[in-house]
């Protein structure tokens, strides 16, 4: 059998594995419920429903000459940096927005690190969701008679992706998983950055998770298109690997458990002084019902 067969399903079930794994470890880890994971998702599907439109909305202007365009030689450097300053303006805007007004109990370090956790697991499991649906087609589609599947103006470019799709290397299959490992700390310490914000009360460290989240995805941006995917790899895991110093260096104690209260007897009360009392008739009488 054809090992990409195995390769091209194993990328997507590897990032599925990689984003509930990292959600149920840390959920273990700090005796935390999943609420926190889901809305760390909910965000990120949030900050896509205004960064997707605004981009488009971007360069149809840069198209139709409205927004000046740059020389052609700054054309992928502007287009890289713009890239990466709208994703970190729309991204790191929604998770200041949640931890303000909905997340408001996520104000420790382990909190913090779960809901990034599922910003960045629900990015992850949308694209293991895409790769899955294109194996299944392109199983589906490999050795079929494509003129009855697909329309004839279009069945020279189904015929070339469905040949690219099969003849990549099998370690070339797995790079989208390779992507997503990378991608996970990334996204870990930019809500533990934003998180700052709040813990330390002072608005620089949202400034400078936009400006991290820039970055990242402006040397992905312009390194895949200027060198080859495995340099831009390279470089998004040398960022991944300082995303994970950064954690830890912002790492706080997270509050102990309360020790249960161990219950002790009540202390004996010490006996009352008896005062002799003289035994007359009348006094003999006031004791009679004590």
Known sequence: MDILYLTHLLSPLIIFA???GLGV????KFGLNWRLYWIGAATFVLSQIG??????????????????????????????LWLGLSAGLFEEGARYIVYRWWAKDA???GKGLLFGAGHGGAEALILGVLLLITYVFMVAYRGADLMKLVP?????LAQQQINLYWSVS?????????ER??????????????????????IRWLFLAIGWHALVDAVAVYAVQTWSVYTTEGLVGVMAVISL????????????????QTAYPAAPMPPSAILPMEETAENLDKTRFL
């Open 18 to 20: 990689l984003a509930i």
């Open 51 to 80: 960064h997707v439109p605004f981009n488009l909305a971007i360069n149809v202007l840069f198209r139709r000459g409205i927004l000046p365009s740059p020389p052609a030689a700054w054309q992928l450097p502007f287009s890289a």
């Open 107 to 109: 104000r420790r370090w």
């Open 181 to 202: 490992l990378f991608a996970l700390p990334i996204q870990v310490v930019l809500a533990v950055l934003v998180l700052q914000t709040f813990t330390r009360h002072q």
């Open 25 to 28: 470890f840390l959920t273990r």
């Open 170 to 178: 099998w370690y070339d299959s797995l790079i989208s998983a390779l």
């Open 152 to 156: 004839a103006e279009q069945l020279s």
């Open 245 to 260: 110093a950064m954690i830890l260096a912002l790492r706080s104690p997270e509050p102990a458990s309360p020790q249960p």
